[in-house]
Each structure stands twice: as structure tokens, then as C-alpha cells.
């Protein structure tokens, strides 16, 4: 059996993540900034391939898909369980609406590279965060296609282990490269933001 998904946050991103999870045949971890319980009903609606655990134990998971608001992710990375090379797919976004620092307050950073310097050890990915989440809350395939999701990583192992994933929950996964390059063009206000594409089912991504 393929080790379970942990997603820090359930909020839209994370519920919407996780039932395509499930839905592809994985188990799915879940948390939120609370109890587990508090997850009851959303773990029942997801079926028994999916459970609610504290936040330690969801970050313990091989490959974590973090998924909370802009503004907890550095002082929650922070306090995260030691990484020894376990992946991070950073799905977060820095929502400009919020007067939350901007990219150019960053450093020069991308915000994937700020939470890479927050999580020692952890092998980065950015992806999940180009579309709303109403859009990630749809099926990744109809007879139209398969959207596209694109990632980018330093870690080229991590990067193929994150594109299987996306591939196997149904969507058409697009390698961007390096976390610097590929993280500047998905946040928000970079050209790949709220892209919505599409590829056919027969297309072969090189
Ligand atoms: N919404 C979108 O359209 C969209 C699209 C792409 C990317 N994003 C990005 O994805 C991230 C999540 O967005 P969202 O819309 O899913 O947010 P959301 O609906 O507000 O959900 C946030 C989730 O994070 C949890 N959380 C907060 N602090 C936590 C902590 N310390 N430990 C564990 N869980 C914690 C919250 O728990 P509680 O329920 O207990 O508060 C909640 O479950 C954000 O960075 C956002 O910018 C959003």
C-alpha cells in the first residue's frame, strides 16, 4: 500500500487536494489548527481512506502538502517535525489582497523559497497553487482534458515524486525546473497564476 498524503490545513486547498486523493485510491492525512475531531465530518464525507491526526503526525508523512493561509507558514514550518530529506509541496500562496508582505518584501525570494529556508532538510516543491480553489475543487479530468498543474523543485527526485502524484490524481503535471524559476512564475502575479489549461488526454509532456 502506498504510504498516505499528509495536507497541514484543511481549509478549500486542502479538502479539494484530498478528494482527489482518495479518489485516486491513496490514503490521505489531515489537520487543521485544532483538534482532530474538528475534522469528524470532513473525513466522513471523504471515506474511509482518509483521517484526521494531529499536526505532528500529518507532517510525519513522506510527502506533505502544505496548504495554509500565507501568514502561519513560516512560525508553523518552524515547529514541524525535522524533515531528514521527506518532501514539502508547498501549495500556499502570499495573498496580495491581504497587505501581506509581497514578493520584493521577501528577500527576492519566492515565498517557495522563504518556507524552503523555514523547513531545514525538507525537499521543496511548489505546485497546487496556480488555480482558485474552487477549480481545484472540480474534477482534474473531463473528456475536454486533463488540466494541467505545474510544480518546480530544486530536488529532481522530489520533482518526479510530486509530478506522479499530480499525474495519478488526474491532472497533466508540468515540471517548471528549479524552485526559483519555477515558484516566481506561480505565485501570484507571476504568468502562470489562476491559469486554467488544459491538455488532451493523449498528450505527452516532454
Ligand atoms: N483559496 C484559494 O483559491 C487558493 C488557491 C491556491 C492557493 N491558495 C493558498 O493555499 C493556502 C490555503 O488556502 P485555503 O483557501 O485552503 O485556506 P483556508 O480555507 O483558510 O484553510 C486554511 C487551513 O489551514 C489551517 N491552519 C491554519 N493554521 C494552521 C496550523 N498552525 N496548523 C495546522 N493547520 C492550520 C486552518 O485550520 P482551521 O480551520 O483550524 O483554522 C484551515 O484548515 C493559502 O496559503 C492560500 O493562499 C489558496
Redesign the pocket.
Known sequence: MAAPIGI???????RALAAHVVASGRHVVL????SPV?LDSVVENLGPKASALE?SAVAAADLVVL????H??VP?VEQLPPWHGRILVD?????SHLRLPQPHDLGGLSSSEVVQASAAGARVVKA??T????V?ALPPASAAGRRVMFLSGDDAEARSAVSSLIDDIGYAAVDLGSLSTGSALQQPGGPLAGLDLRLPHDAVIE
Request: charged share 5%; hydrophobic share 50%; proline share 6%.
Open positions: 497541514v490545513g484543511s481549509g478549500a486547498v486542502g489537520c487543521n489548527s485544532r474538528t499536526t496548504a495554509v493561509p500565507w502561519m507558514v508553523l501549495a500556499t500562496a502570499q495573498a497546487f497553487c488555480l482558485p480553489a474552487s481545484l
